[in-house]
């Protein structure tokens, strides 16, 4: 089992930034690529970014490639996401997920979930 414990959410008015973090607990950390994902209200679970278990292979969905940035440290059992240059259209829970296996987009694939962390951003 792993547990995820995300953090860093809140209200931030466009084009500003936010850190999001993903703690991690349970089995060894760097076993698990890792990846985010946003859900608006009333519309299924996106793909955000992801990574994989040593950092050096990362993905991020169109909108919002040059904007965030997937990080991690395994030495802290954490991963990150930098979001800058926020938009209204960004506003929604993310969810850090870990797969035990190769780094993916797809959701389905992820093992292990966390309970989410509310972004909302103003225009």
């Known amino acids: 089992q792993v547990q995820l414990v995300e953090s860093g959410g809140g209200l931030v008015q466009a084009g500003g930034s936010l850190r999001l973090s993903c703690a991690a607990s349970?089995?060894?950390?760097?076993?698990?690529?890792m990846g985010w994902f946003s859900q608006a209200p009333g519309k299924e679970r996106e793909f955000v970014a992801a990574?994989?278990?040593?950092?050096?292979?990362?993905f991020y969905a169109n909108s919002v490639k040059g904007r965030f940035t997937i990080s991690r440290d395994n030495a802290k059992n954490t991963v990150y996401l930098q979001m800058n240059s926020l938009k209204p259209e960004d506003t929604a829970v993310y969810y850090c997920?870990?797969?035990?296996?190769?780094?993916?987009?797809?959701?389905?694939?992820?093992?292990?979930w966390g309970q989410g962390t509310q972004v909302t951003v103003s225009s």
């Open positions: 349970g089995r060894t950390f760097s076993n698990y690529a």
């Open positions: 997920a870990a797969n035990e296996g190769v780094v993916t987009k797809r959701s389905p694939e992820y093992d292990y």
């Open positions: 990574i994989s278990w040593s950092g050096g292979s990362t």
